[in-house]
C-alpha cells in the first residue's frame, strides 16, 4: 500500500482533507471516519489518521474528485463546531496509529498516574528552566558508564565504533564512545581556545561593511514574526500562529516519510532536548543570516561546527552555557567572526520559539534537508535532526513559548565569552590612535622641512667666499707655490687627523672650515683656528711645532692658509652627502 500526499485545513464549522491520488481506482474507494480516526482506501493507496480533535457524521459531510488533479476532497463536521485543531501541519503525528501516541512502560505501578504524551513529564506542569543542584559526590562515570551515551536525549550510544573512516568529517571528539560528557566540554573548550584568532576578529570587528549587510537581512521568520505581532489582540492567537507558517510540498514530502516514535524521557532529558533544540538553532539562524537564504556546500559544516551538541555531542543543560558555547564558536570558526552575529541570531532564535512548534518543525526540515544532501553530515541526522522532527510535533507549544521567555531574559557579553575582547579591542584602538597621530606629525614636519636649514646657507656662502678667495690668489700661488706646497703639506696631515673628530654635522664643519680661512688669512696659527674653544695636548704640540718649525711671512702665511681651507672644505664636504 502507498500512503498518499494529503492536506488538512480548517474553518470553525469543517475539517478539510485534501488527498492526491493519482491513477488510483476512483469506481472502488472506501472513506471511513468516527471521533478521531479517519482513513481512506482507494487501490493502490491507503490513508489512516489520528485527528487532534473529534469530528462526527451528522449528514452535513462532503465530498469531491477533481479527475483532472486526481485529488479527494473530503468535508468533515466538526463534533463541536468553533473548535480549533491544532497541529494539523504535524502530518508524522497525524500518521500515527492512535494506540502509539502514548509511551505508556510495559510495567506500571497499580494506582500510578498515566503518563503524559510526552513521557513522564506533567502537561499542567510548569517547566523549570533553573540549574538543578544536587550535592557534589565524587563518582567515576566511567565506571557507572561503560559506555557513553548521546544523540537525541541521550538515547544513542556505540554508533561510531562502526562509522572510524567518517567520524573525523563530521564531529571534532575522536573515541566519543569512551570519552564523558564532562571530558567532552574540557576538550571543546581547550580547541576553541587554541583555534580563536585575535588577527581574524580585530579585521572583522574594524572592517565591518560586509557584517552589517548580512544584519540587515531579513529571513522568512521575520516577515512571519511581524504577521503574528501585528495580529496581536485577535481572537484565537495560536490559530493565527499555526497560519501564517506553511509548509511547501517538498516538506510535507519530507514529514510523510518519517517514521513515528514515541520517546520514554524522564526530566532530565527532557531538560537536555530543549536546551539542544536551542543549540541547533541558534548555528541554524547563523547559517541561514550570512549566507542570506541561499545555502552553500559550506552550510552543512558550519551548522555542524557552531553547535557543541552537533560537533562534540556535548549534552546542554544550562541556557547560559549555550550562549556561551555559541559565542565562543563563532568568533573561532565561521568566516563572519563579529560578536553582532552571535546576539542577532539569539534574537532570531527567540522569534523562531515564539511562532511555535510550526516554525521550528519548518528549521529542522531544512537542516535535515542540508544534511541528507552533505556526505557524511547524514550520520547526524540519524542521531538528532530525524527524531527532532518528530518528537517538535507531539512538543507543547507552551514550553516552547516558556523557553523563548527563559532565552529572551538571558544576557550574554564579551567578557563572558573568555577571550579578553574588551582589552583585546581597547588595545587595538590605541594602536590606531598613536599610528594616526604619527601620521600628523609627520605630515607637519614633512610642511616645515624647506625653512630648517639656516647652517646650510652659510655653509653655501662660506663656501662661495672661500672660492672667490681662492680664484684672487691664484697668482700668488703660482709665485709660492714651491715654498707653499711643502708647508700645506707638513701642515694638513696632523691638521685634518684632529679636525676629522669635529666633523659632527654639516652646518658645524663648513662653519670650522670657514673659521679657519678666515684666521689663517690673518696669520694666526692653523691648528687653533681648527678648533675653537677647544684646548688638548695634542693641540699645544701642534702650536709649538708650527712656531718652532714653520717660519714665514705675513702673505706667505696667508697663500698656505687659503690653500688649506680649500682642501678642507673639499675633505669636509665628503660626510655631509
Known sequence: MLTPAFDLSQDPDFLTIAIRVPYARVSEFDVYFEGVDFKFYAKPYFLRLTLPGRIVENGSEQGSYDADKGVFTIRLPKETPGQHFEGLNMLTALLAPRKSRTAKPLLEEIGASEISEEGVEDDDEEFDWEIEQSPYEEVSESALNPQCHYGFGN?????????????????????????????RRQKRLAAELAKFDPDHYLADFF???????????????????????ASLGKSQEQENHAAVVSFSEDEKYQLRKFVNKSYLLDKGAHRQVYCSLIDILLAYCYET???EGE??????????KLSPTLCWLETCTNIHEILVSFGRRVLCYPLYRHFKLVLKACRDTIKILQLGKSAVLKCLLDIHKIFQEN???????????????????????????????????????????GFELEELE?????????ETALKAACSVSRQQTPCCSPEASDSEESDSTSSSTTQDSDSEQDECQENGSKTADSLQCPLLEESSALLTDGGGVCRNMALLRSEGSRGKPLALS?????????????EDQLKTIVQISEAEGSVAGNHSSVQGRDDCQTPIH
Do not use: H
Not at 207 to 229: C, G, H
Not at 295 to 304: F, G, M, T, Y
Not at 530 to 542: F, K, T, V
Open 155 to 183: 538515547l544513542r550510544s556505540g554508533v561510531f565504533q562502526r562509522l572510524q573512516d567518517e567520524l573525523s568529517e563530521v564531529i571534532d571528539i575522536k573515541d566519543p564512545d569512551s570519552i564523558p560528557a564532562a571530558e
Open 207 to 229: 572592517e565591518d561593511e560586509a557584517i552589517e549587510q548580512v544584519l540587515k537581512y531579513k529571513p522568512w521568520w521575520a516577515d512571519t514574526y511581524s504577521k503574528v505581532m
Open 289 to 291: 543570516r550570512v549566507t
Open 295 to 304: 545555502k552553500n556546500v559550506e552550510s552543512a559544516w558550519n551548522i555542524r
Open 375 to 417: 556526505d557524511p553530515a547524514y550520520i547526524l541526522n540519524d542521531l538528532y535532526i530525524s527524531d527532532y522532527c518528530v518528537w517538535i510535533q507531539k512538543a507543547k507549544s507552551e514550553k516552547l513559548a516558556a523557553l523563548a521567555e527563559a532565552l529572551k531574559k538571558e544576557s550574554l557579553t564579551k567578557a563572558q565569552l
Open 426 to 434: 581597547t588595545a587595538a584602538l590605541l594602536v590606531q590612535e598613536e
Open 530 to 542: 681648527c678648533a675653537p674653544g677647544r684646548s688638548g695636548p695634542l693641540i699645544e704640540e701642534l
